[in-house]
């Protein structure tokens, strides 16, 4: 079946690197993706990744996939506290836009 | 260029009372689609359409309506709500159903139901 699994819950601390990881179940899925959620916000799109890629790095988000194992994840290097936000990983079940979403991780960034 | 638009931000509804939950897109994408995002869980498709005229179901449609009439709206409906409809509603757009095309999303509707 379909499913994408996330821990739930973050905490590092300001200038630190953050690692959220994510696993999913398709594997006819052709991209992965990462959504930020702010407090009462709606999602945005962060980046994705095409399956045939094993890495993909864009500012301070390196996103690395392992599509043996289905594992999904996203570093984001000098964490700052603007990047408190759940995190959502999405996968794409036979290519379409119909997404899969887990139940995102939150991120808590202190001092 | 305003993206996703959804109206209203914030409802509450009695049991039994139907209502439209409306989005508006500008960027002329011909795919768009409503989920539902509960507590703990991640968003779940309610249906979507991959253009004018064209709706299909997505994995929790019972309850729920879509009209697709024009390439810019689609509306979602609520035809006798009940709490288990409690949700934040999220509304989203892409130039096609091709996945290389990701979904730009709306800001939500926070939906309370009594």
């Known amino acids: 079946g379909e499913d994408v699994e996330q821990s739930l819950f973050l905490s590092v601390r300001e200038g630190d690197s953050s690692v959220i990881n994510c696993t999913y179940t398709d594997s006819s899925s052709t991209y992965l993706y990462w959504y930020k959620q702010e407090p009462g916000a709606g999602l945005q799109l962060l980046t994705y990744i095409f399956s045939n890629m094993d890495m993909k790095q864009d500012q301070r988000l390196t996103v690395l996939l392992n599509k043996k194992d289905k594992h999904l994840s996203l570093r984001i290097a000098d964490t700052q506290t603007g990047d408190s936000a759940i995190y959502f990983c999405?996968?794409?079940?036979?290519?379409?836009?119909?997404?899969?979403f887990g139940a995102g991780t939150r991120l808590a960034v202190h001092p | 260029n305003a993206g996703v638009t959804q109206t209203p931000k914030f409802q509450v509804l009695k049991t039994g009372q139907s209502m439209t939950l409306q989005c508006a897109q500008d960027m002329n994408h011909e795919y768009m689609s409503w989920y539902r995002q509960d507590p703990g869980m991640g968003l779940r498709l309610i249906h979507y359409?991959?253009?004018?005229?064209?709706?299909d179901q997505g994995e929790v449609p019972n309850g729920y309506n879509v009209s697709r009439s024009t390439t810019e709206d689609f509306p979602l409906r609520l035809l006798s709500a009940a709490p288990s409809q409690t949700s934040v509603y999220f509304c989203?757009?892409?130039?096609?159903?091709?996945?290389?095309?990701?979904?730009?999303f709306g800001d939500g509707t926070r939906l309370s139901i009594l």
């Open positions: 359409s991959v253009g004018a005229g064209i709706t």
């Open positions: 999405a996968e794409n079940p036979g290519g379409y836009n119909k997404l899969i």
């Open positions: 989203a757009s892409s130039p096609g159903q091709n996945s290389n095309q990701p979904q730009h």
